[in-house]
């Protein structure tokens, strides 16, 4: 079965900054679109950043200039730089492996971090 182990976060002031990093132990790690979520208190589980195997990159707008996703082939591992946090970044973090299988997708999650930012 396929594991997805992160590691990181915890707890910031605002303005500070935390990492989250979630290995993955699978060789075909490459092939994946690797992402992060955020599931806040009261609201849905959303997309943070994600990257794909060829290396291109989505923020949602409030993560902009702030985050940095970036992977590790070698590795096997997909990191989250967060800086200049908020308040409101405060949630518990997932990572996320998917890929296409035929017409479906494979989706894979890991079990949660928490970050808390405090004002």
């Known amino acids: 079965q396929v594991q997805l182990v992160q590691s990181g976060g915890g707890l910031a002031q605002v303005g500070g900054s935390l990492s989250l990093s979630c290995q993955m132990w699978?060789?075909?790690?490459?092939?994946?679109?690797m992402g992060w979520y955020a599931k806040r208190p009261g609201f849905q589980r959303e997309l943070v950043a994600a990257i794909t195997p060829n290396g291109d990159i989505n923020y949602v707008d409030s993560a902009k200039g702030r985050f940095t996703i970036s992977r590790d082939y070698a590795r096997k591992e997909v990191n989250l730089q967060m800086n200049n946090l908020k308040p409101e970044d405060t949630a518990v973090y997932y990572c996320?492996?998917?890929?296409?299988?035929?017409?479906?997708?494979?989706?894979?999650w890991g079990e949660g971090t928490q970050v808390n930012v405090s004002s």
């Open positions: 996320n492996a998917r890929r296409p299988v035929g017409s479906a997708t494979m989706d894979l």
């Open positions: 699978e060789d075909a790690f490459p092939i994946f679109t």
